[in-house]
């Protein structure tokens, strides 16, 4: 089955951008120079040269995409446990359908997805092998890819510079962490330098984090997007509007702590509720069928593959605590905390099913690993 969605919502955007940036006007839009982080238009514009006026621009870039994720998830796997769980891994990830039909649209999280996995394996190659500065300075550079490409990840940087600190040795700590940061450094410091440039202040990658914060913690905010607060503000200057909205969100969230808390749980909920909102973004609102019954048929597919994963996940861990004797490696446990951080930042922003997306691949991963090790038990 193939599928001709269109860009529609952020991707429109994000491609509008890219042209802009490939015909070499300024990178501006709807009265904002920072507002949308730079990263996905930055990669779309080798293709959009190539591919101009085509859905090639961002197909062929996902497909490619899709195989590094493949690839990263298997070399991931592989190096806490063994081929079987490296392979299962993999193929899930392969086979993911809301990450299968992300290939018909220009989405951010595309290369966030492929990203990260590499990410990860990078750190703990730094930690466990003797490349430890090479490997450190690799995993920054590719968190410093995926800040540029979606801000919310900026926060991994101090958190995996504080795990090199934990497990290496004083010296060897300071030359990864050193690698790792100037790693970071060189693919975000320009944008950076460009926006100091362009507003005189220090923004490190966009300035959307108030307008985000607010929508998400004001009277009428329900856990999910909406498209603006109670208030509405109207300062020109685009920094001065984003340190705004911050301090409206922050005020209301001190003055009404117990509606604070229940959303917090309402975006738990949204953020683990569905893995159907590629499906959304394509079929839906990029027009890529006029099929009421496809459509639901691909959601529910999507929905039910993601709800067995779970339920497998679970059903093998707890047969694997049952017996002593199945062994996984301490740091195969660490992909699961990237999906905790998001889960957390989307407890506090607003959720969706979408914003577990950049994670995605943590759940096969741990499903390679803990089907693979109850496989290996029951090997005689």
Request: proline share 6%; net charge positive; aromatic share 12%.
């Amino acid at each position: 089955m193939t599928v001709n969605a269109s860009p529609a919502s952020d991707g429109a955007v994000y491609l509008q951008l890219a042209r802009q940036l490939a015909d070499g006007e300024e990178y501006f839009t709807n009265g904002t120079y920072a507002y949308w982080p730079a990263g996905y238009p930055l990669f779309l514009v080798p293709w959009v040269w190539l591919f101009d006026g085509s859905r090639w621009i961002w197909v062929v870039p996902n497909l490619l995409l899709s195989m590094v994720g493949v690839y990263g998830v298997w070399r991931l796997v592989l190096s806490v446990a063994d081929e079987s769980a490296a392979r299962i891994a993999a193929v899930l990830f392969a086979l993911w359908p809301n990450l299968i039909v992300m290939t018909a649209t220009p989405d951010k999280e595309n290369v966030v997805v492929a990203l990260l996995p590499w990410a990860v394996w990078s750190v703990l190659a730094a930690i466990r092998g003797s490349g430890g500065v090479r490997h450190a300075g690799l995993a920054g550079a590719l968190l410093g890819a995926c800040t540029l490409v979606q801000p919310s990840v900026q926060l991994l940087l101090p958190l995996l510079v504080g795990l090199l600190g934990l497990t290496l040795g004083p010296a060897r700590a300071l030359i990864a962490s050193a690698a790792f940061v100037l790693g970071a450094a060189l693919i975000v410091a320009p944008w950076t330098i460009r926006n100091y440039e362009q507003f005189g202040r220090f923004v490190l990658v966009s300035s959307n984090g108030g307008d985000n914060l607010y929508r998400a913690n004001n009277p009428l905010a329900h856990g999910g997007w909406t498209p603006s607060g109670e208030v509405v503000l109207d300062q020109p200057d685009e920094l001065e509007r984003d340190a705004a909205y911050k301090a409206l969100a922050l005020h209301w969230i001190r003055a009404h702590p117990g509606d604070f808390l229940r959303l917090t749980f309402e975006k738990q909920a949204r953020f683990m509720g569905d893995d159907a909102a590629r499906v959304y973004s394509a079929l839906k609102v990029g027009k890529g069928t006029d099929s009421g019954s496809l459509y639901f048929l691909v959601k529910s597919a999507a929905n039910l593959w993601w709800l067995l994963s779970w339920l497998l996940l679970v059903g093998a861990l707890l047969s694997r605590r049952r017996n002593e004797r199945s062994e996984v490696s301490p740091w195969a446990r660490l992909p699961f905390w990237l999906w905790i951080y998001f889960f957390v930042l989307h407890s506090v922003f607003e959720s969706t099913g979408k914003y577990h997306v950049p994670v995605l691949w943590v759940l096969p991963a741990m499903l390679g690993v803990a089907l693979s090790a109850r496989a290996m038990h029951r090997s005689p």
